[in-house]
């Protein structure tokens, strides 16, 4: 815990004028984004007596390390910079609302040249026509196909829309009247994009007056007796009358606007938007988000705002923006919105009439929507805390491990040894921070050994980085490094065994040497590490308080016997073996038991199944990939189009093998140097070992047919031929 005090900046060195400023930890990580009409007065506040300060404001400071400022022209600069760094460095102490979902719009391609009709989430794109969000994609749907009738706009994939073009035949919607069929001629580009241009007129509110020219034209058709038209343009109204009752008019004057409330306690708000065009609601949206700063309910809106129009630009800022209470000062905020929009903004609170109606009932949610969080969330919160203590206790620790990273090897019988590192932070997974690792310091199978590499990694680029920051001053410290394999140069740690700083780009292949990979699980996010002196990411430069290892006594004892050969000695390491659940501690014969329904012990099963889980998909994905390797991918200049023209011209690699140069010639594309290549590379590569039926024991490498070089167990997974079919116990 740092004293305020020790980063003070020293009197008048603070300007009095606008600004944004950043607080930094130990680690030159930011952990809090400001802004200030005036930067001495505010920063000022900061550094009071403790006693004085809110407990989330005291924590803050005594968590921070330095402080530092940007000077800026106005308050409007200043707000714009603050949104910047917050979404670029993502501060724990900034209000950051956490959006469960991607909401979704209705979205209208018409930057192509037949516009698409779609549900889009994410991001938006230039060209793209938005409506709503809208609560769920179902609703979006019902609406799309009420509303093809009228306005049969194309709404099939690229794919789709050129099978048809190349058969000439349209998809179902064009024979059934839902589109205009424009995949096959039916309808000019020109006309589709007018019928796009209505549809959304229509979604934007304007449809007053294309009803009644419908009611108008269907007049017409009776008085001249054309019945079938005119029952065609009545059922046309009703359509459209259906998909608008869909949406109850809220405010009678077509207002366009957003109502945004806040329903808070001490430690957490929850916010809802109604999103308002042409009267009628057209979305819903809302967020929850922990109070980690002393905040009122003016800078929670206004921290919204932030969220909701940071990145949004013209109509999708509405004319009025109804808020419960105004930001402080607002009228910085104000003309943000109106840049924004790029005509004026109104942000008000409601005092009367249909909107403050309106606004009571998105208050009523919001306060719904924090009851439903605060049930959900109760038992959690309370179960991670008490693991967590629970742990501490049992190992002996200071304080509970707010982080917690485990480690696991797997291997397939001594092949493709590969590592785990999983994190855990206040008992919550933090997949952005997996990373993974291939054993490249020995072959063959040594649990113990490949933990004892792992850790000695990945520590030895922590201490890279604190020597890069300056944070590493202990004496003898630079004998520590060398003696590990580090040595320094131009004040820089580098590791023979891993890549330099222009390698680390390539991390996201699996195939590279870099000791971390980018994440190929699906469930787990991108791999982005933690945070440079800047404040953005890098890898490694945070420690945990826990180190978790996969195995009992002697991967424990490879653990710490690597830490110690680092120097680290203030990070605690146990092991959680998997026959008996026990709790290995380095310095202990004997393990530490926790109670079957031990809180701490299920977290702790928790982190060691998910370091197994990470481990083995990464194995398994390595042994896949080298399963479906080939001689001919050694060929250099040998592309997927030729390798499957021989292939399929000789049937096999083995006959690809037994042929002769002239041979290979035949196959169309290739001349005589690459066939005498593709010989060459053939009869140097090993041969397969012989494929085997796995249920019947039968070699199968003297049929006509050459069978593959490899076979699947009943799950699908790939063994090599000759492996068993059951697998447990061989792949960990």
């Known amino acids: 815990m740092a004293d305020p005090s020790s980063y003070r900046p020293k009197p008048g060195q603070i ?16 952990i809090y984004v400001g802004k200030a009409k005036s930067l001495r007065q505010r920063l000022a506040n900061y550094f009071q007596d403790l006693a004085g300060l809110h407990p989330r404001t005291r924590t803050m400071v005594t968590t921070a390390a330095s402080v530092e400022w940007t000077v800026v022209s106005t308050e409007v600069e200043a ?3 603050e949104y910047s760094w917050i979404k670029e460095y993502d501060p724990r102490f900034n209000v950051k609302y956490r959006d469960d979902k991607s909401y979704p719009y209705l979205a209208v391609t018409m930057n192509e040249e037949f516009p698409r009709v ?87 509110g304007r449809t007053g007056t294309y009803l009644r020219r419908l009611e108008k034209q269907m007049t017409e058709a009776a008085e001249e007796m054309e019945y079938e038209r005119a029952a065609r343009l009545r059922d046309d109204i009703e359509a459209l009358k259906k998909a608008m009752e869909k949406n109850a008019v809220v405010l009678a004057d077509a207002t ?30 809302g967020w929850v988000t922990d109070k980690v700063e002393d905040v009122t309910t003016g800078a929670l809106v206004e921290h919204a705002l932030q969220q909701l129009y940071g990145e949004e630009t013209g109509d999708a800022v509405p004319k009025e923006v109804l808020v419960p209470a105004l930001p402080e000062p607002v009228e910085p905020v104000q003309e943000w919105l109106t840049g924004r929009r790029g005509a004026n903004v109104s942000l008000r609170i409601p005092q009367r009439g249909d909107k403050k109606a309106l606004m009571e009932t998105v208050q009523r949610n919001a306060q719904q929507s924090l009851a439903l969080h605060k049930t959900k969330r109760a038992s959690d919160l309370t179960t991670r805390s008490r693991a967590l203590e629970e742990i501490a206790d049992a190992l002996d620790l200071d304080s509970a ?23 855990f932070e206040d008992g919550l997974q933090r997949k952005s921070e997996y990373r993974r690792f291939q054993i490249k310091g020995f072959a063959g199978q040594d649990d113990v050994r490949s933990m004892h590499e792992v850790i000695t990694r990945r520590f030895r680029r922590y201490l890279a980085e604190k020597e890069r920051t300056g944070e590493w001053v202990e004496d003898g410290a630079e004998g520590v490094l060398a003696a590990s394999g580090v040595t320094t140069a131009a004040g820089v740690l580098t590791d023979p065994g891993t890549p330099t700083a222009s390698e680390t780009h390539s991390e996201a292949h699996v195939e590279t040497n870099d000791e971390t990979h980018g994440d190929i699980d699906p469930d787990a996010g991108p791999v982005n590490g933690f945070k440079d002196e800047d404040g953005r990411p890098k890898k490694f430069a945070y420690p945990p308080q826990l180190v978790v290892v996969d195995g009992g006594r002697p991967q424990v004892a490879a653990a710490k016997r690597a830490l110690d050969e680092l120097g680290i000695d203030d990070i605690a390491v146990c092991g959680l073996a998997k026959r008996l659940e026990e709790v290995w501690l380095p310095e202990d014969d004997d393990p530490v038991v926790l109670p079957r329904t031990s809180e701490g012990l299920y977290l702790l099963q928790r982190v060691r199944d ?15 990939k080298r399963f479906r390797s080939s001689p001919l991918d050694d060929v250099p200049g040998l592309g997927e189009t030729r390798k499957q023209a021989l292939i399929k011209h000789f049937g096999s690699v083995k006959k690809l ?16 140097k690459t066939a005498e290549t593709i010989a060459v590379a053939l009869a140097q590569a090993a041969p397969a070992a012989p494929a085997v039926n796995t ?24 063994v090599p031929a000759g492996a068993p079919d059951d697998r447990r116990g061989q792949e960990r």
């Open 401 to 423: 491990p707010l982080r917690i990273e485990c480690y696991d090897i797997s291997h397939l019988q001594g092949d493709d040894v590969v590592a785990s590192m999983v994190v």
């Open 610 to 624: 998910e370091a197994h889980r990470f481990a083995i998909t990464y194995q398994r994905a390595k042994r896949a």
């Open 15 to 30: 300007p009095d004028s606008p600004g944004v400023y950043r607080f930094r930890d130990e680690h030159r990580r930011v």
């Open 256 to 285: 366009d606007a957003d109502l945004i409330a806040v329903a808070e306690d001490e430690l957490e708000a929850a916010v809802q938007i109604f999103h308002v065009r042409g009267g009628r609601v057209r979305g819903q949206r």
């Open 657 to 672: 093998r037994s042929a002769t140069i002239e041979q290979i010639q035949e196959v169309p594309g290739i001349g005589r």
């Open 695 to 718: 249920a019947t024991g039968e070699i199968m490498d003297d049929r006509e047919d050459e069978a593959p070089e490899t076979t699947a167990d009943a799950s699908g997974e790939p």
């Open 79 to 81: 707000l714009q910079l």
């Open 118 to 204: 779609q549900v889009m989430r994410g991001h938006k794109k230039k060209g793209v026509r938005y409506f709503g969000p809208y609560g769920h994609a179902w609703a979006i749907r019902d609406t799309v196909d009420l509303l093809l009738r009228v306005f049969p706009v194309r709404t099939c994939s690229a794919g789709v829309f050129k099978n048809a073009a190349r058969t000439g035949r349209p998809c179902l919607l064009g024979y059934i009247g839902k589109c205009s069929a424009p995949c096959v001629g039916r309808i000019s580009p020109e006309d589709h994009g007018e019928l796009a241009d209505e549809f959304c007129d229509f979604m934007a």
